[in-house]
């Protein structure tokens, strides 16, 4: 039961993003099916078409005096271009040429999705260059992108149809990065004692808005109706709007921390380092101060990040943002005791939480109990 409560807190915002992100989906599916069709076709998708023009030129105008040297904030700057230069290209072909690009009145060959799967690789690029800095490079990219085209190809020349598995790629690509994001989340605890400036809640909900654009995928290569593609338009505009305003107003962009000089020194006398550390922390109080970090214990123990993070590890069985977690909680057991008319926000701020919200949820998780129920059963008796 307090697993369950656990993985509840933990994931609490994408949970109830994910349920109204699906049911604006769904509203959009059903509106969709009474759309006059050539209010539609002549209209509104030539309008949203050129939302996501609009959105993708200004983004990449924009994001150019905020990439501060940050490699992911200029992977996405490509992504718009690209998302921008392909729009300006169906609207010449469309309406100077009169060559159709927009899918209206036929089901998807397979080169329709080859194309359609380039575009989700495009938009899952830049969480992976968020979670993996400098990992991807153009050789690495080609090997993820081809899959598509050998599948396209075998289509081609190959009696059976292999649609499906161009389907299917683009949410096996996301199933691949929540992975990565798992990874990336356990990377931070180990080195921060709070999860506020990760990023990690909005990358979790980025992935669910791809994997919810996959699902409207399946239903715009299965189904003929000619506004079939209105779901998917709309959460695409709505992906490329959210992330670049996400990256254009975060006062802390991601993935900025160096790596220290991870070399190992020799092994110290543990049982002196953890008292000298356990003196540090109820003597200054660290914990308070929600940025506190890991390389902050750097003033009382000669180590560097990598043993610092092992020591926490093997000397009290848990990563550092669990061990700064632990004193915060006990320092705001203690202010419950002695101050039980202070308010919960004060607690928070006191305990070295960043918010009550965040306090709530994590006391909630730790202990079992709201603080407020914790605070009922532990009153003095009379």
């Given amino acids: 039961m307090k697993s369950l409560r656990k993985l509840y807190y933990d994931y609490y915002e994408t949970y109830w993003y ?59 700057q490509i992504v718009l271009i690209v998302f921008a230069l392909v729009e300006i290209n169906m609207f010449v072909l469309q309406w100077a040429f009169g060559v159709p690009t927009m899918i209206f009145d036929h089901t998807l060959t397979a080169d329709d999705l080859v194309t359609r799967d380039l575009f989700a690789f495009l938009l899952l690029i830049y969480p992976l260059e968020v979670l993996y800095p400098h990992w991807l490079h153009w050789r690495k990219a080609l090997l993820i992108a081809l899959p598509p085209f050998i599948i396209g190809g075998l289509d081609h020349v190959m009696e059976m149809d292999l649609r499906i598995l161009l389907i299917v790629y683009p949410l096996l690509l996301s199933a691949w990065l929540f992975h990565v994001v798992h990874t990336y989340r356990m990377h931070w605890e180990e080195n921060f004692s709070s999860l506020e400036n990760t990023g990690i809640v909005w990358m979790r909900n980025y992935l669910m808005t791809l994997v919810i654009c996959g699902l409207s995928y399946f239903y715009l290569c299965f189904s003929s109706h000619p506004t079939r593609v209105f779901t998917q338009e709309l959460l695409v505009l709505y992906l490329l709007l959210a992330n670049t305003a996400q990256i254009l107003l975060r006062s802390k962009p991601w993935q900025e921390e160096t790596e220290e000089d991870d070399d190992k020194e020799e092994d110290p006398v543990k049982k002196r380092y953890r008292e000298e550390l356990e003196a540090w922390m109820e003597k200054d109080k660290p914990y308070l101060n929600p940025d506190f970090r890991l390389t902050d214990l750097m003033l009382v123990l000669p180590m560097n990040r990598t043993y610092l993070s092992n020591f926490i590890n093997g000397e009290y069985g848990c990563n550092f943002y669990q061990y700064a977690t632990n004193y915060r909680i006990r320092e705001a057991k203690r202010l419950i005791r002695e101050h039980p008319d202070m308010k919960l926000l004060e607690v928070a701020e006191l305990s070295g939480f960043s918010s009550a919200i965040t306090f709530s949820r994590t006391f909630a998780r730790e202990e079992g109990c709201s603080p407020s129920e914790w605070a009922k059963l532990n009153e003095p008796t009379p």
Avoid: N
Avoid at 43 to 68: D, E, K, M, N
């Fill in 18 to 76: 994910t349920l109204g992100l699906m049911a604006c989906a769904l509203i959009s599916y059903f509106l969709s099916r009474y759309l006059p069709v050539d209010l539609f076709e002549q209209t509104l998708s030539p309008v949203l078409h050129g939302c996501v023009l609009v959105v993708a030129a200004v983004g990449a105008i924009l994001l150019q005096r905020h990439i501060f040297g940050i490699r992911a904030r200029r992977v996405w």
